[in-house]
Nanobody
Framework: QLQASGGGLVQAGDSLRLSCAASERTLSNYVIAWFRQAPPKDREWIAGVTWSDNNRYYADSVKDRFTISRDKVKNTVYLQMNTLKPDDTAVYYC????????????WGQGTQVTVSS
């Protein structure tokens, strides 16, 4: 129900935009987030947006470089990533949860982002 795309191989300092398309689901009252995981590190939450009122939240590690946004017409959430660093190399996942729940219970497949130095 969530389809992530947009990953790729870029150089340090470049930009990428990831997309997370939701199908067959109304996202009102949902929170959509991006996570990333670079083994052996734990999965890291990096950004989230509340679908209905567009409140956006960021991890300190990406604040001021990444921007999360949502397009209600396309039912899609984006993650604009600027000034990429080699440490940003990871598999990126989008996920959703109903507002008020603790855990994200709807996950998309990952998309690989590789940043070369």
């Amino acid at each position: 129900q969530l389809q992530a795309s947009g990953g790729g191989l870029v150089q340090a300092g470049d930009s990428l935009r990831l997309s997370c398309a939701a199908s067959e689901r109304t996202l009102s009252n949902y929170v959509i987030a991006w996570f990333r995981q670079a083994p052996p590190k734990d999965r890291e939450w990096i950004a989230g947006v509340t679908w209905s009122d567009n409140n956006r939240y960021y991890a300190d590690s990406v604040k001021d470089r990444f921007t999360i946004s949502r397009d209600k017409v396309k039912n899609t959430v984006y993650l604009q990533m600027n000034t990429l660093k080699p440490d940003d190399t990871a598999v990126y996942y989008c996920a959703a949860k109903f507002r008020g729940l603790i855990d994200y219970n709807i996950w998309g497949q990952g998309t690989q982002v590789t940043v070369s130095s």
